[in-house]
Every structure is written in structure tokens, then in C-alpha cells.
């Protein structure tokens, strides 16, 4: 069975902080890695990895793929309280073609 | 606004009854997944849809079902309800890039 494993659980930090979240991943027939943020309701997409080292950027967030080492991280600097949410990585099973999602970190970043 | 329509966004009901949660994919995706997302628990996914057929099962419970009927929609239903049923279920969609799902803003279902 698929599993996907985020840390930590929660973060506080304030603004301006630096944040690294993590990613574990076992994933048979493993195609991509996402990150997905969540705030009120519906997850949003941020980014997609498909190859070890290569860093997606979007403005203050970034991430990174390690598929010898089967994690990701995702990095948010000069972070806002806007960036306050449960950040949500999935692994892409191409094999069944689905997504298994991690139990998320939750944010929240203070004045 | 997603594209990706979900109704009702809030349900009450007892145990033992059914409901049925609608989906409307975006405009031109064929793929629809649902998934269940209790307080204590991750994103759990219940199934996929590709173009009407089933593709893709995950931990749905027998009192669950859906469909996807021509048109695209999809259809969660849940039968003889308990109180664990109590979540936010979503519906997404994927297009053709690659494997991106589009959340649809969910059903938040209560228990009572």
C-alpha cells in the first residue's frame, strides 16, 4: 500500500521566518510528487516534481525532489501570515493512476 | 471558483439515512476521484472515473457508492450513515496535464 508521510505536524513561526516542510514518500510505480496547499476548503495545486533535483520555484515557495532518497520538501521564505494553511504532499501512483496524500503540516505563521 | 462544482456544500442528516453528493467536473476533463477528509485524517481517496467506467478504488466503504453518468457528473452515495461518515468529502477532477486534480470546494457532510 501507498504511503506518504509529512513533518511536522504543525509549525508556528513568524513573519519573515524561513520555513522547510518535509515529504516522505513509498509509492510503487511512482510517476510525480505534488504539494498542495489548503486553507479554508479546497486543496490548491503548487507544484509538481517529477525528477530528482531539478527545484520548482513560485515566487517565495520552492521545492525539491530526492527520488533516491524518496522525499521532498518544500521551502517558503520571508513567509506572511497569508501563508497559514495545512500544506499537503501526494504521490502519484501511475499504476492507478491516483493520488495518495500525506496527513499534512499544518502552518501558521504570526505577526 | 476552481471549475470543478460541488453540491450540496453542507449536509445534516441522522444515522441510518442516505445521501448523495453531486459532482461536476471542468469543462473538458474526463477523470473524476473522490475523496474523504475526516478531522483526525488525511485526503483518504474513495475512487475514480475515467469517462463513465470505474479505473481506480481506494478504501470505499460497501455502504458507498458512485457512478459517472454521460454527461460527466458523478454521483457519491453514502447509505446507512454513522457517525464516522461525518466529513468534508471532495470531488476533483484531472485534465490532460499530467497529474494535477482540481479540488472542487467539497461537501461537508454532519452526522447526527
Known amino acids: 500500500e501507498d504511503k506518504v508521510v509529512q513533518s511536522p505536524l504543525s509549525l508556528v513561526v513568524h513573519e519573515g521566518d524561513t520555513v522547510t516542510l518535509n515529504c516522505s514518500y513509498e509509492?510503487?510505480?511512482?510517476?510525480?510528487l505534488l504539494w498542495y496547499k489548503q486553507e479554508k476548503k479546497a486543496p490548491t495545486f503548487l507544484f509538481m516534481l517529477?525528477?530528482?533535483?531539478i527545484e520548482k520555484k513560485s515566487g517565495r515557495l520552492s521545492s525539491i525532489l530526492d527520488k533516491k532518497e524518496l522525499f521532498s520538501i518544500l521551502n517558503i521564505t520571508a513567509t506572511q501570515t497569508g501563508d497559514s494553511a495545512v500544506y499537503l504532499c501526494?504521490?502519484?501512483?501511475?499504476?492507478?493512476?491516483?493520488?495518495?496524500f500525506g496527513g499534512g503540516t499544518r502552518l501558521m505563521v504570526k505577526p | 471558483d476552481s471549475g470543478v462544482t460541488q453540491t450540496p456544500k453542507h449536509l445534516i442528516t441522522a444515522t441510518g439515512q442516505r445521501v448523495t453528493l453531486r459532482c461536476s467536473p471542468r469543462s473538458g476533463d474526463l477523470s473524476v476521484y473522490w475523496y474523504q477528509q475526516s478531522l483526525d485524517q488525511g485526503l483518504q481517496f474513495l475512487i475514480q472515473y475515467y469517462n463513465g467506467e470505474e479505473r481506480a478504488k481506494g478504501n470505499i466503504l460497501e455502504r458507498f457508492s458512485a457512478q459517472q453518468f454521460p454527461d460527466l457528473h458523478s454521483e457519491l452515495n453514502l447509505s446507512s450513515l454513522e457517525l464516522g461518515d461525518s466529513a468534508l468529502y471532495f470531488c476533483?477532477?484531472?485534465?490532460?496535464?499530467?497529474?494535477?486534480?482540481?479540488f472542487g470546494a467539497g461537501s461537508r457532510l454532519t452526522v447526527l
Open positions: 501526494a504521490g502519484h501512483n501511475n499504476a492507478g493512476n491516483m493520488l495518495t
Open positions: 509509492v510503487t510505480n511512482f510517476r510525480s
Open positions: 517529477t525528477s530528482s533535483g
Open positions: 476533483a477532477s484531472r485534465g490532460m496535464e499530467a497529474n494535477v486534480l482540481t
